[in-house]
């Protein structure tokens, strides 16, 4: 482990779905000589990339967990996160995201900025990440790294300048011409790893300077020393401008652009060098806690090792070897045989095992110090958790966690499966906040959600795959709500007194939409007419009835409730009978205040080569899509739409064949709207007749 | 209701008035001016004056990718509906939405041909119906007049009203009036009604010659520089 903290790097790969991260990550590792053989992602060694852990990301080709692992360049030490390039697995982007200090953000030369490369760099904004961008995959036909530039520059609103320009481009790719130090670079040997330097072609240099010069200027805002050399057009040293950049990149103002090609293995070492020049160390990065103590106000950690321990548990995984918890440590240090203090619990937990991870292989250390990442063994926590030293009481920044929209029926087919289902879900649900599960009152099945169809069908062929267990699934259902649209006002009266102790209790007031909330609940009563102590089971009676709407029996959202008058009698009333009132209450102003069903709308981007636009469009149109716009990119054509998640069942299939498996889609939730009435009428009937 | 107090606010009626509604009729007209100056704000305002009177708009950018175009309208909406109510103007957005349709190309990607094939896709699938396109970004020279000619006999067997915008270099703008007459003069045959804004002073003036007669000057119209909306200056 590298003790200087100023020469560590904790960065995040983050992508397009199959831009080539996990082939890039690959090549950093043999670079970095932690692996000895290149595999390629669906590769024919059968053995696939180190970092595809799973054995269901080594099929599909993509990387679903994101695996972090450490390596050394020259004298850095660069913790990596593999982050997946799928929508559906958002959170793992966005938890990479927030444990990280630097992105390297992977493009694809001739796909461009591409619908998912626009949600993770939201992504990067909303934790400020300062990143540097890759163009790969210059050696495909149709390769055009400057229009990418462009494309960051329009679409994505980067300062954007490139600190190399490609030697040849396609099948041409030779090597790649440093704008810094003015070199043209070579990369030989079987896997590039030998690097020759040379003078710039001729053919090259006109390019080069005109590149260079572009560099200058936009590296020169951020150092006066740099805008005077410019100006007197003096030689400019390499370090003045590499220090000019860092700045520019420090504050997110600037985005370095480097390329070449991660398959071919050209410009890979390069990628590494910027990454330690100009992302920043742990300790130029600010990370702010949560103080609980002082109604959670933002807390500055120092990020010193001697100060008190802040420490944030960001993924968890279950080996051979139990549960593995990835750390990241913002201040102070985790010592093996230490103790700590999980915030969430108040409970103390020991450190026993701390491990450096390369993919899933590991390496035993003593200690985690600021700044670091790591992963600990036998520690019980969720992902999330924060771990402070005893007398602290402050939470890292709560991770934005977006409800779940789609949900499925699990049945185990036999006893043995029963089992190793429980298990599974217990270890996915503490893995992935966005998953969640529960046994359903009415059916006794068992229920899962998450973020879209995908999302679950991995979970599903994962409690296949990791725990045999042999599942029959359900139709996927939608999460509906239910809410109201006008103010309607109550008055009910609760008695009952046939036989035993009688049940009296009168509620009166209003309920009203909201929109920025689930559920309100005012007191406006007066004079005690509704005893102080029946008030909170007023409350807990209409809190009772959002569960299951009495509409269509899907649950209630954005509704206030104001109570402003009432009765009680000194011996018939108790709480039972406040209760039943205020359901009472509700059913008798919620039908007045027109209730309506609300549905999932997804965003959806599909791009799809240029002759199939109009099928696409089409198909859209007929899922109750309202397209918002098309993207022409000359082949290519990005359609974006807004559709209701109902609708998009099966549409992968649907879409393959359709485009004969040319055109692919992105699914992220976007809004709640009102379901038409067409529609609605057919939900009900199948409400009626259980289907 | 919000959209009834919109149409009555709407401040293209003057402009209306003032062309005798070529503004919106089976129109094929310009927004010329240099550039950030305004034209893309002032085709928004069309759009979205169409808009809320039901007319459907298909909005075509060069270069300006959905988001970028999606937020020049919502900014101008936001404008126009502020002094209502949020609720209100919410659920009129949403409709307006649904009635608009944005398509960009990149610059190389883009031609005429391909465009009146995408409309035509569009119509016979019944996904979208246009009524008014909006052409923003298109690069003027004298090689496409014989495609913008082709493309307006097009418009008018679509019924469809189209508006552009000119972007005019600064080198040109030596002398505005001389600059419009050669502009109107080169492209009269082609376009109804052709609106130059101005830069003058803090404001940003609004001119327009049309065909049917030069009625230049009879109301003092100007894009307000905080909003980019379009206003009239009581004054003059």
Known sequence: ?691 | MLKKKLILSDPLKFLVQETNNEIINGCFGAVASRAGVGKTSFLVQIAISSLIKEKKVLHISIQNPVDKINLWYQEIFSHLTRQFETKQSKQLWEHLVSHRFIMTFETESFDFSKLKTRIEELKTQNIFVPHLVIIDGLSFDESILTELDDFKKFAKSHDLTTWFSVRMHRHQMSDNNEMMEQIYGQLSDLFNIIIQLVPEKEQIQIKWFTRVKDINNHRNLFLDPATMLIKENPAR
């Open chain 1, 1 to 691: 482990m590298n003790t200087i903290i100023q020469k560590v790097r904790n960065i995040g790969i983050s992508a397009h779905i199959d831009s080539g991260k996990t082939t890039l990550t690959e090549r950093f590792l043999y670079l970095t000589k932690k692996i000895h053989r290149i595999h390629e992602v669906k590769g024919k060694d059968g053995i696939g990339a180190t970092m595809d852990s799973m054995e269901l990301e080594k099929e599909r080709g993509i990387t679903i967990a994101s695996a972090a692992t450490y390596c050394q360049w020259k004298d850095h030490e660069i913790n990596i996160i593999d982050t997946p390039g799928h929508v559906d697995f958002t959170i793992e982007v966005e938890r990479a995201l927030r444990v990280l200090d630097g992105a390297i953000l992977v493009l694809c030369s001739v796909g461009g900025v591409q619908s998912q490369s626009i949600t993770v760099d939201q992504q990067m904004k909303r934790y400020q990440v300062p990143c540097i961008a890759f163009i790969n995959k210059c050696d495909r036909n149709g390769a055009d790294p400057f229009r990418v530039i462009d494309q960051l520059k329009e679409k994505l609103n980067h300062n954007a300048v490139a600190i190399q320009i490609p030697i040849g481009l396609e099948a041409d790719l030779d090597g790649i011409i440093d704008l810094i130090s003015m070199k043209a670079i070579y990369f030989d040997g079987e896997f590039g790893d030998i690097i020759r330097t040379d003078e710039i072609p001729n053919s090259l240099l006109e390019t080069a300077i005109e590149k260079r010069e572009e560099l200058v200027d936009a590296a020169s805002i951020f150092s006066d020393e740099l805008t005077e050399a410019a100006i007197e057009e003096v030689e400019i040293p390499d370090q003045l401008l590499l220090d000019a950049i860092r700045q520019g990149t420090l504050k997110r103002e600037l985005t370095p652009v480097v390329m070449g090609s991660a398959y071919k293995n050209k410009g890979i070492q390069l990628i590494l060098d910027a990454a330690t020049q100009f992302l920043p160390s742990p300790m130029e990065v600010d990370n702010v806690a949560l103080n609980i103590d002082d109604n959670e106000a933002p807390f500055t950690l120092t990020g010193k090792k001697e100060d008190p321990l802040v420490a944030l548990a960001f993924k968890l995984e279950d080996g051979q070897y139990g549960q593995l918890t990835y750390i990241r440590v913002y201040q102070g240090k985790l010592m093996k045989g230490d103790s700590c203090i999980n915030v969430r619990t108040g409970k103390k937990i020991k450190i026993g095992r701390i491990v450096q991870m390369h993919a899933d292989q590991m390496e035993d250390v003593e200690k985690i110090e600021a700044g670091y990442i790591g992963a600990l063994f036998g520690v019980d926590c969720v992902s999330g958790d924060t771990f402070v030293s005893p007398g602290l009481n402050l939470s890292m920044t709560s991770m934005h966690i977006p409800d779940p929209v789609i949900s499925l029926s699990i049945k185990p087919k036999d006893n043995a499966s029963e089992s190793n289902m429980a298990k599974a879900l217990n270890r996915f649900t503490k893995e992935d906040p966005t998953f969640t599960t529960f046994v359903s009152n009415e059916t006794g099945e068992t229920i899962i959600s998450g973020m879209g169809e995908l999302h679950l069908e991995v979970y599903v062929e994962r409690m296949r795959r990791e725990y045999k267990t042999e599942i029959v699934t359900g139709e996927p259902s939608v999460a509906y709500r239910e809410t109201i649209t006008r103010l309607t006002e109550f008055d009910y009266i609760h008695k009952k007194q046939t036989g035993g102790a009688g049940q009296f209790g009168r509620i009166a007031g209003f309920m009203e939409p909201i929109s920025d909330d689930n559920f309100v609940f005012e007191n406006k009563v007066t004079g005690g007419a509704i005893p102080t102590q029946y008030i909170s089971a007023c409350e807990k009676g209409f809190l009772s009835c959002l569960s299951k709407g009495p509409f269509m029996k899907y649950p209630v959202t954005g509704i206030k409730i104001t109570i402003n008058d009432g009765a009680s009698h000194s011996v018939d009333s108790s709480e039972m009978a406040f209760q039943a009132a205020a359901r009472g209450a509700f059913l008798q102003a919620y039908f007045k205040a027109q209730p309506v069903l609300h549905e999932p709308i997804m965003k959806v981007v599909v791009e799809t080569p240029d002759e199939f636009q109009g099928n696409v469009m089409g198909s859209l149109n007929q899922r109750r899509g309202m397209i918002i716009g098309s993207h022409d990119m000359g082949q290519i054509t990005a359609i974006e739409a807004q559709v209701p998640l109902a609708e998009m069942f099966g549409y992968s299939t649907i879409i393959r064949s359709m485009t004969q498996g040319k055109a692919q889609f992105t699914m992220e939730f976007s809004s709640y709207k009102q379901v038409p009435k067409s529609v609605l009428e057919e939900i009900e009937k199948k409400i009626k007749t259980g289907t």
